[in-house]
């Protein structure tokens, strides 16, 4: 299995919902990300979790809260979201946390705010 | 630090005719390259990496890039262009230190649009 899954593929949610995002790879590989593009940009590094551990958070809001349960899965939470958090995130993985690896990207799921 | 620079923000081929998307980047360490391609609505695809071995690096698809140190460039090219290659591509950059994490620095992206 060499790829990584995500769902839901798109969700739409209101600014006092709160949604989570899924992200699953079987590949074994120890490193998880989650990024945020918008359209027409490259995407935004948000998190990264290294063998399971919180490794970088590049400023993101509390609104979001990252989660990783077990080295297969990663959660995003979202709460209280606002209208420009709208965009399509992407989770990706890496064999282990160094820069001599690829990332493995995700389909991504499409999140608008109203 | 590291920063990546496409030179192009769009480049318009007809479908059979070659296809050259510039790179060009900086870094303070050995780097890794990747090109990686999306299709409208879908996740980054990797078409290719250089990670120090043969400075010419072919990808999926027939697509292949050459890593020139002395232009610190990473261009991509592809010989003949078909339809199904009209999509966003970026360059990227990562460099091969371990760290806490690996930060992927992304160029600004080329739209290749292909004309039949």
């Known amino acids: 299995d060499t790829e990584v899954t995500q769902t839901p593929k798109h969700l739409v949610m209101g600014m006092t919902n709160k949604k989570s995002l899924k992200c699953e790879q079987h590949?074994?590989?120890?490193?998880m990300y989650w990024y945020k593009q918008k359209a027409k940009k490259p995407p935004e590094l948000m998190f990264v979790?290294?063998?399971?551990?919180?490794?970088i958070n590049e400023s993101v809001p509390s609104r979001f809260s990252p989660e990783c349960p077990n080295s297969s899965l990663l959660n995003l939470h979202l709460h209280a979201l606002q209208p420009e958090d709208s965009a399509l995130y992407l989770c990706?993985?890496?064999?282990?946390?160094?820069?001599?690896?690829?990332?493995?990207f995700g389909p991504g799921t499409r999140l608008t705010v109203l | 630090a590291q920063s990546v620079t496409q030179l192009d923000s769009h480049v318009s081929v007809s479908e059979g005719t070659p296809v050259l998307l510039r790179c060009n980047y900086s870094?303070?360490?050995?780097?890794?390259l990747f090109w990686y391609v999306q299709h409208p609505n879908k996740g980054l695809q990797l078409l290719l990496k250089y990670t120090s071995a043969a400075t010419l690096v072919k990808g999926i698809n027939g697509f292949e890039a050459e890593f020139k140190k002395s232009e610190t460039s990473f261009h991509l090219t592809k010989p003949s262009a078909h339809m199904s290659d009209a999509a966003e591509y970026f360059c990227?950059?990562?460099?091969?230190?371990?760290?806490?994490?690996?930060?992927?620095?992304f160029g600004g992206g080329t739209r290749v649009l292909v004309k039949p």
């Open positions: 870094s303070s360490y050995s780097p890794s």
């Open positions: 990706a993985s890496s064999q282990d946390p160094s820069g001599y690896n690829e990332q493995f």
């Open positions: 590949m074994g590989h120890r490193a």
């Open positions: 990227v950059v990562s460099d091969r230190i371990k760290a806490a994490g690996n930060k992927l620095t």
């Open positions: 979790y290294s063998y399971e551990k919180l490794s």
